[in-house]
């Protein structure tokens, strides 16, 4: 069932209302855009699925305000990129959220298990994944497309109470609600070009005042990505980006010897880029990340960690990723209770973190 006008929505909402639990997905795309572009969003409730279309639709308020109904949880699976579209459409994300893959991990059935997997093993159906390049913003759709589209709120909706049940029986409801409810947080999806930096990899091999030129090079990138709604790869490749950080251009002949810059680029763009990193060399400021090499003694204590997580994780029946990935067991072993990861907080510091510690 399609829903492409507000009445429709609104007689949709109507039906839905009430209910204890929803089951939800969305269709996008994103290959041209910085934002994902909404096309549909799928809502079940184990009786009945129906297929929003939000490009035909301006205000999804009614289904919004229905999701966020604190007395409806909002069934999922692998729920990040899904959420942000809800936070970027409201501000907030649906809550309560259930997410399928986090309880199928907690329940040992999978590690970051994906939906045609989990549906395969809990229900013995082979989902047809033919159709997942659909392009969903064009229209019309086909019906098979829409098919495709509702199953995946159809099936959620039968594992969804076996997943909570079981999760209820071994006493792990509570670490999934943890968990969930981290993934909803909105700052999570909220855009902070300051500290765009942070997702650039190997900057700590960067001098200082290289360092600073990147980071302000990835502060514009990101603002005129946002602006212009198109990928940060258009507007600037990672790859030129620290060609010119580590050079500093000073004058376009001096940007464009560097070869890294597609001729309609360096058009329209090389003011702007001479002007950001004339704007934030040589401060003086310190290194923003550091290569913070291990010890031979914070490696050995990394390895120790490490087989603990993984002991812990056995006697559980979760994958260790679960508890802890190297990251945050890394961080542990640097410094200790100070260290600010999922690790040493909630159900996790209960069953691992506090074993750790006195490691």
Not at 104 to 109: C, D, F, H, T
Not at 250 to 261: C, I
């Amino acid at each position: 069932m399609l829903i492409d006008t507000e009445a429709g929505l609104h007689a949709m909402v109507d039906g839905f209302a009430g209910r204890d639990w929803l089951t939800v997905d969305t269709e996008f795309v994103r290959e041209e855009t910085y934002w994902p572009q909404l096309c549909l969003i799928q809502v079940g409730d184990g009786r009945s699925e129906a297929a929003v279309d939000a490009t035909r639709i301006e205000d999804l308020s009614p289904l919004l305000d229905l999701l966020q109904s604190p007395s409806c949880v909002s069934v999922f699976h692998a729920a990040s990129q899904d959420l942000e579209i809800f936070v970027r459409l409201r501000g907030v994300a649906p809550t309560p959220v259930f997410d399928t893959q986090i309880a199928a991990s907690l329940l040992g059935i999978g590690d970051q298990l994906g939906y045609a997997a989990l549906i395969e093993q809990k229900l013995g159906i082979k989902v047809d994944k033919s159709l997942s390049r659909t392009n969903w913003a064009r229209r019309p759709l086909s019906a098979a497309e829409l098919t495709y589209a509702e199953d995946d709120v159809r099936h959620l909706a039968v594992i969804y109470p076996a997943l909570r049940d079981e999760l209820v029986a071994r006493g792990r409801l509570s670490w999934l609600e943890e968990d969930c409810a981290r993934l909803s947080r909105p700052e999570r999806y909220r855009v902070q070009p300051d500290a765009a930096w942070e997702r650039l990899k190997g900057l700590a091999r960067l001098p200082a005042p290289a360092q600073h030129v990147a980071a302000a090079l990835a502060a514009w990138r990101e603002r005129l990505a946002e602006t212009r709604d198109r990928p940060r790869k258009w507007i600037l490749a990672d790859d030129a980006l620290f060609r010119i950080a580590e050079r500093r251009p000073v004058d376009t002949g001096q940007l464009a010897a560097l070869q890294v810059l597609p001729p309609k680029t360096l058009e329209r763009h090389a003011a702007e880029l001479l002007r950001v990193v004339a704007a934030a060399r040589d401060t003086g400021a310190p290194a923003l990340a550091l290569e913070q090499l291990p010890s031979e003694a914070q490696k050995t204590l990394t390895q120790k960690l490490m087989t603990k997580v993984r002991e812990i994780a056995v006697e559980l029946g979760i994958p260790s990723s679960l508890l802890a990935p190297r990251a945050d067991i890394e961080a542990v072993a640097l410094r200790g209770a100070e260290a600010e990861v999922p690790l040493l907080s909630g159900w996790r510091r209960e069953v691992a973190g506090e074993a750790l510690l006195k490691l």
